[in-house]
């Protein structure tokens, strides 16, 4: 049963530290997208990728947070300096885009609970 | 532009009750739309999906039906068990070619209780 894995679940951390968060899609999906999920503003997209390269990461706070995928199998999300404000939890979630299809389904990971003290 | 709306919760429900959660979206083009649950501690997965219109969704006992005319997706289920205590999302996606950005709702939260 093939899953999105992401490391770590739990991450408490001080402010001014940085943070990596690290996802490993479902082998064979050309799609990554990471999400900021919190009480206050929901699920929040920040960004995402295709065949590795980033289509959009217009929701990225670009001043800390930074988004790679350095091979097909780990995206990663860091933030530096990271801010009691940035506490959430954050999702990868994977999928197989086609020219052809129409409403390709995410597979979501389990999340890195994330608290900047 | 294109948006999700969701009725407010939470929703508390007794075991085998009607569970009614309504969506309505607005969008341009011919969206996709889905629901999601989420379950406590997890990560969100999908539930039901619809490509087209007067397509029906159903998964696990759970429907909805896409309805251009009143632009709605809205998701039922004849009698919930406590095992369906989680928090729904309605979303669309929008592209023809998918993948598009996917834009969420805010989340219902149902609550079942025995």
């Known amino acids: 049963d093939a899953r999105v894995t992401q490391t770590p679940r739990h991450k408490v951390t001080e402010m001014g530290q940085e943070v990596t968060m690290r996802c490993q899609p479902i082998?064979?999906?050309?799609?990554v997208f990471w999400y900021r999920q919190t009480m206050m503003q929901g699920l929040e997209l920040l960004a995402y990728f295709r065949n590795r390269a980033p289509l959009d990461d217009s929701g990225m706070p670009k001043d800390r947070f930074s988004a790679e995928m350095p091979d097909a199998t780990l995206a990663t999300l860091k933030i530096q300096p990271s801010e009691p404000r940035d506490s959430a939890v954050y999702f990868c979630?994977?999928?197989?885009?086609?020219?052809?299809?129409?409403?390709?389904?995410?597979?979501f990971g389990p999340g890195t609970r994330l608290l900047v003290l | 532009g294109n948006s999700v709306t969701q009725m407010e919760g939470p929703v508390t429900l007794s075991e085998e009750a009607f569970l009614t959660i309504n969506c309505t979206y607005t969008a341009t083009g011919y969206p996709s739309l889905f629901w999601y649950v989420q379950y406590p501690g997890e990560g969100l997965q999908l539930l039901l999906k619809a490509t087209k219109a007067d397509d029906k969704g159903s998964n696990k006992g759970f429907e909805a039906t896409y309805r251009k005319e009143t632009t709605s997706f809205h998701l039922e289920k004849g009698s919930v068990q406590v095992s369906d205590s989680a928090v729904y999302f309605c979303?669309?996606?929008?592209?023809?070619?998918?993948?598009?950005?996917?834009?969420f709702g805010p989340g219902t939260s149902l609550s079942v209780i025995p």
């Open positions: 979303a669309l996606s929008t592209s023809k070619t998918s993948y598009d950005k996917v834009i």
């Open positions: 979630a994977s999928g197989l885009w086609t020219r052809a299809g129409r409403g390709e389904t995410q597979y």
């Open positions: 082998l064979g999906h050309n799609t």
